[in-house]
């Protein structure tokens, strides 16, 4: 299998991140497509996919899959253990749940902060700065309620480390890059996330 | 099981749609939370769900789960016929794609269009008008992008109709509300929405 992907960029980091949780990173061959050298602008990616997004995985026949979630639980469905999408219907209802969560509640507004406000973007794309403060605004309450989450469970889930965790982690580094990052007057939210930097796939 | 929803919100009606397509309707009891009315940000119904967001299932036993998807896969889970997410390793991966597909390069464009320049969320939330342009200039590359996937296959996913279909509809018929509609500058996209206007779900 192939992977494409941009080594910087938080989609892709949450594939390679579940691979490694799965002991499956030696299975995959990595293909570098820069956002920073437009990449994955070129017609030979286009090729690959007409939307210009990383990552996409190449199975050995040239099949080709979009999107990291897609791709993860291809992969879940290839190599169940450790299962990471849930063992059970309430349990993967559950973590569903909180994948999309995590997506749609951090990893979106982080990813809208840098397109809209970063100077990155200057010249590449067209900005709005008001809505990047909007979403500012709104990680802030996010982080606070995490925080509350997070005070009575060890996982965004529940008791089992899962896939919403590996989403929120790369959310929440990827706001570095904007100056997004867990305070000290959330301690919960900073515990999981010293949890997560201890463990072996977060250098993925 | 209760369903709390919106009849005007795009989510819940993925989910009510969903349910149709299954034949499960009358199985559910449904509760209308009045985005227009401010429902949603009452204690009440801030105890289902603190995000403040529908629709939000209830199971008889008091369990609650959030977010349309993850409401709908429990669904599939637990009434298999018709597969709305597919019958096989391949084919669940292929819906999950496109579902996120429609999710993110439609549903949420449009979602955005909407509160960011409508004169509903006037006095209501803070609104970023240049952002909705950006994402009215997105939908437009979208469509387009749509119209050409469309032209050699029936449904989104490929030719099963799937629950990335719902998504898309919901996402298209939620842009009319910020006059963005599907034109005959898109026939084969005309074609689709015109199908699925045509299933009994559409009136869900």
Redesign the interface.
């Known amino acids: 299998m192939l992977l494409y992907h941009d080594t910087r960029a938080p989609n892709p980091r949450r594939v390679r991140m579940f691979l490694a949780e799965k002991g499956l990173t030696g299975e995959v061959d990595f293909i570098e497509v820069s956002i920073n050298d437009r990449a994955h602008e070129q017609p030979a990616y286009l090729e690959k996919n007409?939307?210009a997004l990383v990552p996409v995985l190449e199975l050995g026949d040239g099949?080709l899959?979009?999107?990291s979630?897609?791709?993860c639980?291809?992969l879940e469905?290839?190599h169940p253990e450790p299962a990471l999408f849930g063992t059970d219907?309430?349990s993967?209802?559950?973590i569903?749940?909180w994948n999309?969560?995590a997506e749609l509640?951090l990893l979106?507004p982080v990813a809208q902060v840098f397109r809209?406000s970063h100077p990155f973007w200057l010249g590449r794309i067209?900005q709005?700065p008001?809505?990047a403060e909007?979403m500012r605004?709104h990680l802030a309450r996010r982080f606070a309620?995490l925080d509350r989450e997070l005070a009575d469970r060890p996982w965004l889930a529940g008791d089992t480390f899962s896939v919403a965790d590996i989403t929120a982690l790369c959310a929440i580094d990827f706001g570095k890059i904007s100056q997004i990052r867990v305070g000290e007057d959330t301690p919960h939210l900073a515990r999981w996330y010293a949890e997560m930097k201890a463990r072996p796939s977060y250098k993925a």
Chains 1, 2 share one sequence.
Do not use: D, G, V
């Open positions: 007409p939307l099949r899959l979009r999107e979630i897609a791709i639980r291809y469905e290839l219907t309430w993967r209802a559950q569903e749940q999309r969560h509640e979106f809209n067209r709005a008001e809505f909007i605004e309620w």
